[in-house]
Nanobody, 120 residues
């Protein structure tokens, strides 16, 4: 089992920045790919980005150039640096871990989510 806890969400003005953290406990974190997803009210959960076990990354077009995912395996933590935030980035952000890095929400483990609100 892997337990994931997100933090770092909050309220920020458009154009601002936030850094989300996803801290893992349980099994060896470096063996897992980690993805970030988000879900806005009334919308389906959507893919944001992932980082695979070797550090390779992939981003949704909507966040490319603004968001950066990174991982610190020594601290069992994945970060999501979000810059130039827009009101449409408002959502609950979830991190997820699994054996395969994928855009699909088919990861084995999920955090509880952290709210990000971007005001215009």
């Amino acid at each position: 089992q892997v337990q994931l806890v997100e933090s770092g969400g909050g309220v920020v003005q458009a154009g601002g920045s936030l850094r989300l953290s996803c801290v893992a406990s349980g099994r060896t974190f470096s063996n897992y790919a980690v993805g970030w997803f988000r879900q806005a009210p009334g919308k389906e959960r959507e893919f944001v980005t992932f980082i695979n076990r070797s550090g390779g990354t992939y981003y949704a077009d909507s966040v490319k150039g603004r968001f950066t995912i990174s991982r610190d395996n020594a601290k069992n933590t994945v970060f999501l640096q979000m810059n130039s935030l827009k009101p449409e980035d408002t959502a609950v952000y979830y991190c997820a871990a699994g054996r395969l890095a994928t855009m699909s929400p088919s990861y084995d483990y999920w955090g509880q989510g952290t709210q990000v609100t971007v005001s215009s």
